[in-house]
């Protein structure tokens, strides 16, 4: 079993994002909530609130779900994961050696041939490839799931680890070769990957999908920020595409589907649309 993560989002953070997505001031969502401006600052920066919050108001304020926002500020936790059911795939966790902020990458493989697939690069490619090396693998694929810095700050010298090892990109930056394109899928050995658009936390978001493992296990969306398990990375004025983006590609996978997200705890298709407040 993988352990229980703290959500990347508390409830603050949830607040906090959703206010300066629907462009809500402090004062109207400290009334809705029934607390003082100095109160409810304190709420979206602790994630603590000094006395109960009226959810049902502050949730049509800030176009969330109340009982699903008020399941997150009980202390919700997705489901731990057993990843023994996905012998061939391996959360890297690193951290921002500046300001410790932790990001996952994930790395899968196929059993028979050991050609592997890297997803994002999190900060250290020493982690990365010790696991490489353990494992005895040939890094065939690189996806990114957004060009953001901290999914990709590892990216330079693993390339220089893996010179032929091809690049996957959403980004207009990335070379034309390295591109996404719809209905595009990789084999490696018996698994296959495809990609879907999820645009929202950013312009380049891409959502890759890793099916056909061995013993039936359910697929695996590697989703970058554009889902957390109860939250989902910042869209700020693009929030109604990112939700958007989100239940047509994402949700529309099987419930038991694992999402593999940026930060925090790995959560189902199904966890998600029970207990995260972003979705009504």
């Given at each position: 079993?993988?352990?229980s993560?703290?959500l ?9 994002k959703?206010?300066i997505s629907?462009s809500a001031?402090l004062?109207?969502v400290?009334?809705a ?17 000094s006395?109960?919050?009226?959810y049902?108001?502050v949730?049509?304020?800030l176009?969330?779900d109340?009982k699903?926002l008020e399941?997150i ?8 994961v ?7 795939l391996?959360v ?5 050696p500046?300001?410790?902020m932790?990001?996952?990458?994930y790395?899968?493989w ?10 994002d690069?999190?900060?250290?490619a020493?982690?990365i ?7 005895q693998?040939?890094?065939k694929h690189?996806?990114i799931t957004?060009?953001?810095?901290d999914h990709v700050?590892a990216?330079?010298?693993?390339r220089?680890?893996h010179p032929k090892?091809?690049l996957?990109?959403?980004?207009k930056a ?5 591109r996404?394109?719809a209905?595009d ?7 296959r990957i495809?990609n879907?658009d999820t645009p ?10 890793v099916?056909n493992?061995p ?6 969306a ?5 889902i957390?398990?109860g939250?989902?990375?910042g869209?700020?004025d693009?929030?109604?595409l990112?939700?958007?983006k989100v239940?047509e590609q994402i ?8 999402i593999?997200?940026?930060h925090?705890p ?8 029970a207990n995260?407040?972003?979705f009504l």
């Open positions: 079993m993988l352990d993560v703290m990347e989002d508390s409830i603050g953070d949830i607040l906090r959703a206010r629907v001031t004062e109207s400290a009334a909530a029934g607390l003082s401006t100095a109160d409810y600052e304190k709420l979206e920066d602790s994630g603590r609130a006395k109960a919050i009226q049902q108001a949730a049509r304020l176009t969330l109340a699903k399941r500020s009980s202390g919700w936790l997705p489901a731990p057993d990843l023994s059911l996905w012998r061939e391996r890297i966790t690193t951290a921002d500046e300001d410790g932790k990001v996952h990458a790395l899968v196929d059993e028979v041939t050991r050609e592997a697939a890297l997803f690069t999190g900060f250290e020493d982690l490839q010790k696991v490489v090396d353990e494992n693998l040939q890094l690189i996806f957004h060009s953001h810095g700050a990216l330079t010298p693993l220089s680890l090892a091809r996957h990109s959403s980004s990335a070379p034309a070769e390295s996404n394109r209905n899928f990789i084999n490696l050995g018996s698994l495809t879907r929202g936390h950013a312009d380049d978001g891409v959502t890759y999908v099916g493992w013993e039936d296990a359910s697929h695996v590697i989703v970058g920020d554009a957390f398990a939250s989902i990375g869209a700020r693009q929030l109604e990112a939700r958007a239940r949700f529309s996978l099987p419930a038991e589907t694992l593999c997200p940026g925090g790995l959560t189902t298709v199904g966890e998600e649309k995260n407040p972003w």
